[in-house]
């Protein structure tokens, strides 16, 4: 059910460590589980569901965080300094 906020551990193979602070959401850290090649999971997972959860909960903000490439910038994301 995808109206239900809970899960099944052995069903999940991908997620994000996020960090919200101070009305700001922090993209960091990403992984998933050895043979589980799926398409834009990457995206998904970092970008798509943290954008909708930032809509959701009123969150004007959104660090995607440091790495990647010209994909970020495409998307919007520009290079800001965060300490």
């Not at 930032?54 to 300490?83: N, S, V």
């Amino acid at each position: 059910d995808s109206s239900s906020d809970e899960f099944c551990a052995d069903k999940v193979f991908a997620g994000t460590f996020n960090i919200i602070k101070d009305g700001v959401f922090y993209g960091r850290y990403w992984g998933c589980l050895p043979g589980h090649d799926v398409k834009f999971l990457h995206f998904e997972t970092c970008y798509w569901s943290a954008i909708e959860y930032c809509i959701d909960h009123g969150i004007q903000r959104m660090e995607p965080g440091a790495g990647g490439g010209d994909y970020k910038w495409a998307r919007g994301f520009d290079p800001t300094l965060i300490h």
